[in-house]
Structure formats: structure tokens, C-alpha cells
């Protein structure tokens, strides 16, 4: 135990992250051929109409610029996502996901829903993180 309840959550939340996303990275592998990371980079663009800056998707992500970029290259040549060169930037790149990594997104949440209900009802340390908690005065 830590000295303070709120370091005592931190240290929660990662190991369940953890336990999260070992199953996770293994399992997205197996039936959809992406790893976590592209999962969270196809998370970000599905929410978006049309293109996104890349820049912009590397600052809303938990992965480093030049991960963001490479797992980008693998995904446009699966053809799961498009770029474009920006029109008022000419060193930068929007990109959006195809109709086919829109379809592999919806398929792979679908996948990690099964994830992390399995991982909460397996673990108690990840049940009480992802549980909901209310704080009453």
C-alpha cells in the first residue's frame, strides 16, 4: 500500500490497464489483425466525419508522433485509412478511415466489448475500475 489513496488508485488503474490490454492486444490480433494501438487510432478517426489532421490524431492518442505515423502507414496500406496532403499546410497530412476501417473498427469494438466484460467479471482489481463509482457529501 502506498501512502495515499489517490497514488493507491493510480497503481489500480495501471495494473488493470495491464490486465486489459494484454487480453486485448491478443485477442484484436487474432480476430482482426490490429494491435491495441491502431484500435485507439481507429477509435479517434471513427469519431470524426472527414479528415483529421495527423498532428491533431497524434495529440488525441496515448501513443508517441512517430507510432502514430508508422501504425498510419500500415493502415493506408491496408487500406483502412486514406491520407491527403494538407491544403494550407504542405509538410502536414489529413487522414480519415476508408468504409473498410470503419467496418473492421465497428467489428473490433464489438470484440473489445467481449474484452473488457470478460477481464471486469474475471478480476476484481479491474471490476473496481471500471465500475462507476459515486462520491456522496
Do not use: K
Amino acid at each position: 500500500m502506498t501512502e495515499t489513496a489517490l497514488t493507491d488508485r493510480w497503481v489500480a488503474v495501471t495494473r488493470a490497464c495491464a490486465q486489459i490490454n494484454q487480453v486485448a492486444e491478443r485477442v484484436l490480433a487474432e480476430n482482426h489483425g490490429l494491435c491495441a494501438s491502431a484500435f485507439e487510432i481507429m477509435d479517434v478517426l471513427a469519431r470524426e466525419d472527414g479528415y483529421l489532421r495527423a498532428g491533431e490524431l497524434s495529440s488525441r492518442v496515448s501513443r508517441s508522433q512517430p507510432q502514430v505515423s508508422r501504425l498510419l502507414a500500415q493502415m493506408v496500406n491496408a487500406g483502412y485509412a486514406e491520407r491527403e496532403p494538407c491544403p494550407n499546410d504542405r509538410r502536414g497530412f489529413d487522414v480519415r478511415l476508408t468504409p473498410a476501417g470503419r467496418l473492421l473498427f465497428s467489428q473490433s469494438v464489438t470484440t473489445m466489448e467481449t474484452v473488457l466484460r470478460e477481464a471486469a467479471e474475471s478480476s476484481q482489481e479491474v471490476r473496481e475500475v471500471m465500475t462507476p463509482t459515486v462520491t456522496r457529501r
